[in-house]
């Protein structure tokens, strides 16, 4: 079946950065694009962007653009992103999720979540 | 603020119908992208429930639907069960931000 699995809570200090990773099995990873969504504490989902898992293309919402580095390994099936100069605003909870491709894409597999928690 | 609105919260008592609307604009919803949905219990990893407008994925009861016309999307959920609590999303493309999700709506089953 179709799995992703994300890696494990992370506590940051303002300033640090943070590497979550998300390891797919289950399907062909290169076939399949990731997205990646962040949801704070009582909060509703945030896009924060999108990668291709074959070409490495990328896309960003325009407020993290110039913080987050998303990248794919394929012979692992391991997608990461990483977010910089955190702030207490980026406590959240931080999910990965695989995309069809399809015209307007939707998300039918998600991770678990991986909660990063800034706090000085 | 979502460019997608949604109601905060709804809530229904067993065994009734309840709609979720979803409101957007002619640079998302109203520009033709797909409207799609999804349902997270708190804590818990969103899961597709119905994705292009209408489509459930295998395993979503029928129970759950849902529509599109102009600039809004709708999705309804009959025959409420106690499981059905939780947190429900709408997401579609964006002119100009690429995706867009709803601020979300918590469902209250009576």
């Known amino acids: 079946q179709v799995l992703l699995v994300q890696s494990g809570a992370e506590v940051k200090k303002p300033g640090a950065s943070v590497r979550v990773s998300c390891k797919a099995s289950g399907y062909t990873f290169s076939n399949y694009d990731i997205t990646w969504v962040r949801q704070a504490p009582g909060q509703g989902l945030e896009w924060l962007g999108w990668i291709s898992a074959d070409t490495g293309n990328t896309k960003f919402a325009q407020r993290f653009q110039e913080r987050v580095t998303l990248t794919t390994d394929t012979f692992t099936g391991t997608a990461y992103m990483e977010l910089r100069s955190l702030t207490s605003d980026d406590s959240a909870l931080y999910f990965c999720?695989?995309?069809?491709?399809?015209?307007?894409?939707?998300?039918?597999?998600w991770g678990q979540g991986t909660l990063v928690t800034v706090s000085s | 603020q979502s460019v997608l609105t949604q109601p905060p919260s709804v809530s229904g008592a067993p065994g009734q119908r309840v709609t979720i609307s979803c409101t957007g604009s002619r640079s998302n919803i109203g520009a033709g992208y797909d409207v799609h949905w999804y349902q997270q219990v708190p804590g818990t990893a969103p899961k597709l429930l119905i994705y292009?407008?209408?489509n459930r994925p295998s395993g979503v009861p029928d129970r759950f639907s849902a529509s599109k016309s102009g600039t809004s999307a709708s999705l309804a959920i009959t025959g409420l069960q106690a499981d059905d609590e939780a947190d429900y999303y709408c997401?579609?493309?964006?002119?100009?931000?690429?995706?867009?999700f709803g601020g979300g709506t918590r469902l209250t089953v009576l």
């Open positions: 999720a695989r995309e069809a491709r399809t015209v307007d894409a939707y998300c039918d597999y």
């Open positions: 997401q579609s493309h964006d002119t100009s931000l690429s995706v867009a």
């Open positions: 292009a407008n209408t």
